[in-house]
């Protein structure tokens, strides 16, 4: 059971867009602790696509972009594309458990 | 860019002892906060432990506190983690990370990973 609730799965077809939902609690995503999300594609390394909220790392394209409000965060992906197909996560700092936290994964399946 | 290459996975007993190293490629290693990160065979990301840039400061996961221990060499732009006492539930591909100096900062660097595996 994980801190920060995510779906298990989502799916678009190619050129759409697909959000993907991280729910957390007050002691997380409620403070001053940023959310940040993670693509891993199979059999690879996470990598950072959004830090802060909403900010993109170098080389991450536009077509990723994140929000967040109140205790709850998203993650868009806009032109969906093939090599998007991955699990993406979500995370936090939690002040109440004094660690950091993730939220269970999305598999993005690219129809 | 930041490169991390950890190393010292394998096959274990359970109740076995395994120590993991991280070595990055810059010496701007000693300013980052650096953590490791675990996934269980098909499973999700956990954090399991963190350390100050200076060393001085560390923190563990419930599952793996009193078990593992999280250092560093900021001479030898080295991170470790010793792990004892291990258990099945400890099998996972071991992740080091870097991060900014706040508790919420990203992961921003993370190595390719090392498997770890317990098992009789």
């Known amino acids: 059971q994980s801190v920060l609730t995510q779906p298990p799965s989502v799916s678009g077809a190619p050129g759409q867009r697909v959000a993907i939902s991280c729910t957390g609690g007050?002691?997380?995503?409620?403070?001053?602790?940023?959310v940040h999300w993670y693509q891993q594609l199979p059999g690879t390394a996470p990598k950072l696509v959004i830090y802060?909220?909403?900010n993109r790392p170098s080389g991450v394209p536009d077509r990723f972009s994140g929000s967040r409000s109140g205790t709850s965060a998203s993650l868009a992906i806009t032109g969906l594309q093939a090599d998007d197909e991955a699990i993406y996560y979500c995370?936090?700092?939690?002040?109440?458990?004094?660690?950091?936290?993730f939220g269970g994964g999305t598999k993005l399946t690219v129809l | 860019e930041v490169q991390l290459v950890e190393s010292g996975g394998g096959l274990v007993q359970p109740g076995g002892s395994l120590s993991l190293a991280c070595v990055a490629s810059?010496?701007?290693?000693?300013?980052?906060?650096m953590h490791w990160v675990r996934q269980a065979p098909g499973k999700g990301l956990v954090w399991v432990s963190h350390?100050?840039?200076?060393?001085?400061?560390?923190a563990y996961a419930d599952s793996v506190k009193g078990r593992f221990s999280i250092s560093r060499d900021n001479a030898k732009n080295t991170l470790y983690l010793q792990m004892d006492s291990l258990r099945v539930e400890d099998t996972a591909v071991y992740y080091c990370?870097?991060?900014?100096?706040?508790?919420?900062?990203?992961?921003?660097?993370w190595g390719l990973g090392t498997l770890v595996t317990v098992s009789s």
């Open positions: 995370q936090s700092y939690d002040s109440s458990l004094s660690a950091w936290v």
């Open positions: 007050s002691s997380n995503i409620g403070t001053s602790y940023e």
């Open positions: 350390i100050s840039d200076d060393g001085t400061t560390t």
């Open positions: 802060g909220n909403r």
């Open positions: 810059t010496s701007a290693f000693s300013t980052f906060w």
């Open positions: 990370a870097s991060g900014l100096k706040w508790f919420g900062a990203s992961f921003d660097y």
